[in-house]
């Protein structure tokens, strides 16, 4: 069998869901699984934008075989190199071993160091704005640099306004539906679109902006990733857009507090329970906490995205910064994470780290994040005392937090 959907005039989506890898890349947890998206175009010469997974790979190539009924494959675009997509590539060449291969010069040699096997003869190097003619499509190719492989190009429909976006756009989970109109976005997908692109491609904010922008300027009907849903209505473009620029631009989506914390007793959860709680008395809205020994990263680090405060305390450790905090600082770090105010929480019972290595993250290692005044370092427990500092510590989150402003205006 296969499972393909015409989208428009001749070109079609060919998917395959994963629901058996667990991990992303081996690090980010999928408990929904992954789709793996190409695409072909039935024209006069007949075209395959990207391949799949190696663990789709017979799924693609009968995708593949049912749509060409019998033609020959002319060209097959390699957006970019990347496993999850070019690790059935060189089974797709050895069924159709004319097929043109489309792609940056880069692209080749990253295919020859994976495969080890070159089809120079193959090859047709595209660079930014060539243009490939298939009938009553052409398709123009865009660079689009580390977003989020050196090689990326993307690919536009002049004919339908059809962006092939590789891996922008992209999301976690597999689908029902195919078409973002077609779910409750919001509630049910926007969550594993976020994690995706802060995990995925959120340290190459410019270059998504710098690819945004070159969007601007053209008309555009359907934005069709290689993972997840597409979009095809102007609603669902805009609003994908939207949350991109957001996101590439580092600029919140929400006014609110994200806690993340460490606690190997409980006297530091404790704390932030309490702080939160004068927070919420304060009339901060949205207050979230989240325990980065339990939580992935990748969840938290998509939560820091999301909100324009944050908060990080956790206890020192063997005189270190306690690890699971150490790790989620060092990937927020990592992924350029920045433009935040944040404030910080320590622990410790007789020789203090953690306070120093959090401030340090904040001020020297994060971009353009504020250090919240005051800042904490508990001994051991809250005491009575602490109260005071503690209340002040709210005061100044609630006064940054109002004081905000509006998200929206800051894109
Ligand atoms: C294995 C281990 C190593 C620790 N190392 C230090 C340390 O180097 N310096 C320090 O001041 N406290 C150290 N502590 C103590 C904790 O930082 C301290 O008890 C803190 O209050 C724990 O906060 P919590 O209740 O939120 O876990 C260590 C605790 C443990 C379990």
Not at 158 to 172: E, N, P, R, Y
Not at 243 to 251: F, I, N, S
Not at 314 to 341: C, G, K, V, W
Not at 360 to 374: G, H, M, R, S, W
Request: proline content about 5%.
């Amino acid at each position: 069998m296969y499972l393909v959907e015409e989208l428009k005039n001749g070109v079609y989506w060919m998917g395959c869901n994963d629901f058996t890898s667990a991990m992303f890349e081996r690090i980010f947890p999928i408990p929904e699984g992954v789709t793996y998206n190409s695409y072909f175009f039935d024209d006069e010469k007949t075209c395959v934008i990207d391949a799949m997974d190696k663990s789709c790979r017979d799924e693609f190539l009968e995708d593949v075989e049912h749509l060409l009924h019998g033609r020959k494959l002319d060209y097959f675009v390699i957006q970019h190199m990347e496993p999850d997509h070019a690790s059935s590539a060189l089974a797709l060449i050895e069924k159709y071993p004319d097929v043109k291969i489309v792609g940056q010069p880069q692209t080749f040699k990253l295919f020859e160091q994976f495969y080890r096997h070159p089809y120079p003869d193959n090859y047709l190097p595209v660079k930014e704005g060539n243009q490939l003619c298939l009938g009553k499509h052409t398709l123009q190719f865009i660079k689009a640099p580390m977003v989020h492989w050196p090689e990326v190009i993307m690919t536009y429909d002049l004919t339908d306004h059809m962006l092939f976006s590789a891996d922008a756009f992209g999301m976690f989970g597999t689908v029902g539906n195919i078409y973002a109109d077609q779910v409750d976005f919001e509630e049910n997908y926007l969550e594993s679109a976020r994690r995706y692109y802060v995990n995925i491609v959120g340290k190459y904010g410019p270059q998504v902006v710098r690819v945004l922008q070159k969007a601007a300027n053209m008309p555009l009907d359907f934005i069709c990733p290689l993972h997840g849903v597409v979009y095809r209505t102007p609603d669902t473009i805009k609003y994908i857009i939207d949350k991109h620029l957001h996101w590439a631009k580092y600029v919140p989506e929400k006014k609110g507090v994200v806690i993340a914390f460490a606690s190997i007793y409980g006297d530091t959860a404790r704390a932030v329970s309490i702080l939160a709680n004068k927070l919420s008395r304060r009339g901060v809205k949205d207050v979230r906490l989240y325990d980065v020994s339990k939580n992935h990263s990748s969840y938290i680090t998509a939560k820091a995205w999301e909100y324009s405060h944050m908060v990080i305390a956790a206890p020192t450790y063997n005189l270190n910064l306690f690890l699971p905090m150490e790790s989620f600082l060092h990937d927020l770090q990592t992924l350029m994470f920045q433009n935040r105010t944040i404030a910080v929480m320590a622990n410790h019972s007789w020789a203090s780290a953690a306070y120093k290595t959090m401030v340090d993250y904040v001020e020297n290692q994060f971009k353009c994040c504020e250090l919240l005044d005051p800042s904490m370092d508990i001994k051991s427990s809250l005491r009575d005392d602490d109260e005071g500092l503690l209340d002040e510590m709210a005061d100044k989150i609630a006064e940054s937090v109002k004081a905000y402003p509006d998200p929206d205006t800051l894109i």
